[in-house]
């Protein structure tokens, strides 16, 4: 999966046409939070998302919008709690693919396995 700068740099001018954004895989907001370093979060892997479902936009339902599921996991979540924190960002990725926050299937999807392993990378504790 390419980094956010890599996306930012080889699309320009080609994701607004489409309508695209580059997300950055653990948000900005919750690395931050997560103490991983200023100079490390745009290293960060990233996804390519239409517009509407990245941010919220009354032409798509609400429970599709990824920043909006993200807000709703992360209500009274203690940003110090790193274990609370990534396992609320798990649930978002899970319910963005249309997975249940928990149980079957087992298996997370693909950005999610992405964003844990880089999170690891940059000394975060990750269950």
């Known amino acids: 999966?390419?980094?956010?700068?890599?996306?930012?740099?080889?699309?320009?001018?080609?994701?607004?046409?489409?309508?695209?954004?580059?997300?950055?895989?653990?948000?900005?907001?919750?690395?931050?939070?997560?103490?991983?370093?200023?100079?490390?979060?745009?290293?960060?892997?990233?996804?390519?998302?239409?517009?509407?479902?990245?941010?919220?936009?009354?032409?798509?339902?609400?429970?599709?919008?990824?920043?909006?599921?993200?807000?709703?996991e992360m209500k009274g979540v203690n940003g110090g709690n790193s274990a609370q924190v990534v396992e609320r960002l798990r649930r978002t990725y899970r319910r963005f693919e249309g997975l249940e926050p928990e149980g079957l299937p087992a298996t997370d999807p693909d950005s999610w396995i992405v964003t844990k392993a880089w999170l690891q990378l940059q000394w975060v504790q990750v269950p």
């Open 1 to 72: 999966m390419p980094n956010y700068t890599r996306i930012i740099q080889k699309m320009p001018g080609r994701r607004e046409l489409a309508e695209l954004e580059a997300h950055h895989t653990a948000t900005l907001q919750w690395a931050k939070r997560l103490n991983v370093p200023a100079d490390k979060l745009d290293d960060m892997p990233a996804l390519l998302m239409n517009k509407f479902w990245h941010r919220y936009n009354s032409n798509v339902p609400e429970n599709s919008v990824f920043h909006k599921i993200l807000r709703e």
